[in-house]
């Protein structure tokens, strides 16, 4: 890619790794699943009178909503409140590299290759190493919730990859909405399955912290959360992802993909600067172990450099989810969707 299209993407993978600590300095004045409704309020509105329907079914735009969005950042939020690192949580999502390509094999029939089952059992590897070693300071329940969030998420990949087939299959329907242009159906999906998640969390809020915990956080909003849900719901997920579209509709994934593995060190760093979150020896060889089996697992490894050319974008493709958590990725592929199942993971995610 041109020098403007790489700083691009390196400036978005900042944005999804920092976006673990903003979330972490949001969470101090309100109860997180509040903050979750919150902040998919703000992607909805206004954004979804400006943004047209994606092209899929309402049952896969609620799917897609439900584990990646309402499931992903309602257990990550909550794992963030209990304790769970904000640089530790960067990392530990990526799992959902590993558990899409289990997912995809076990609903899709997507037999994963030879490599990719080696990068998931690395990967896991990986995992263990980070648990044992952070085993005495975390608290065991919030080191679960993450790895449940990552499994929505991967989940929700398999549910986008699932809706893809379908609307690739013929032209969209009247209940699938309109054709859009490359790069926009992500950002749609993004913004439409926001639908499924304000009141279901609301709700949420109400019975586990009480309407006067509610209450109380809606009527002494401090700078913490009204910052931390607009950089989480504007930088994050809207420009943050809308650029990312962007580079993919311009670009082959196999140029834009790898961007994303800066995502859990920058989260790491910023999560030391800001957070005072040294990791330890344990936690930075698990960290290396396990984004070397994201990486075997998303065939990054195995890529030829090669100068990379604007291309026009295949429907389907969109953000791949090896990223932050907050970007509903919407209508992506899993691992190997248009060139095998050993193709880069435009599985997105961004979120974060």
């Known amino acids: 890619m041109p020098l403007r299209s790489s700083l691009l993407a390196v400036l978005v993978a900042v944005v999804w790794g920092v976006n ?9 004045d309100m109860p997180p699943t509040l903050f979750v409704a919150l902040r998919f309020l703000v992607v909805l509105v206004p954004a979804i009178f400006l943004v047209p329907r994606p092209r899929a079914r309402w049952r896969d735009v609620l799917l897609v909503g439900t584990f990646m969005s309402l499931g992903q950042f309602g257990l990550l939020y909550t794992a963030l409140a209990l304790g769970m690192p904000a640089g530790l949580a960067s990392l530990v999502l990526q799992a959902q590299v ?43 329940l919030a080191f679960v919730m993450t790895l449940a969030a990552a499994a929505s998420w991967a989940v929700g990949n398999v549910v986008a990859r699932r809706a893809g087939r379908r609307r690739d299959q013929g032209s969209p329907s009247a209940n699938q909405g309109s054709a859009s242009r490359p790069g926009l159906d992500g950002l749609s999906m993004t913004v439409w399955s926001a639908l499924v998640v304000p009141l279901p969390m609301l709700g949420l809020s109400h019975a586990l912290d009480g309407p006067e915990a509610v209450g109380h956080a809606l ?45 859990p060190p920058v989260g790491m760093l910023a999560a030391w600067v800001v957070l005072d979150e040294v990791p330890n020896a344990a936690e930075l060889v698990g960290g290396v172990v396990l984004l070397l089996g994201v990486a075997t697992t998303t065939g990054v490894l195995r890529r ?30 899993v691992p190997g969707d248009r060139a095998g199942f050993g193709s880069p993971g435009a599985t997105r995610a961004r979120s974060r």
């Open 20 to 28: 673990f600590v903003v979330i972490d300095l949001g969470l101090g």
């Open 98 to 140: 590993g558990l899409t390509v289990l997912f995809a094999a076990a609903a899709l029939r997507e037999v994963p290759t030879r490599s990719q089952l080696v990068g998931v059992l690395v990967g896991a590897a990986g995992l263990v190493v980070v648990a044992v070693g952070r085993s005495a300071s975390t608290p065991a």
């Open 219 to 263: 009527t002494h909003l401090t700078p913490a959360p009204v910052l931390s849900t607009l950089y989480t719901a504007w930088l994050a997920s809207l420009v943050g992802y809308g650029i990312w579209n962007t580079l993919l509709a311009r670009y082959p994934a196999s140029a834009v993909v790898p961007f994303t593995m800066l995502v």
């Open 304 to 333: 030829r450099p090669r100068a990379a050319r604007p291309t026009r974008a295949e429907p389907g493709v969109v953000a791949p989810h090896t990223a932050e958590p907050g970007d509903n990725p919407g209508l992506g592929e």
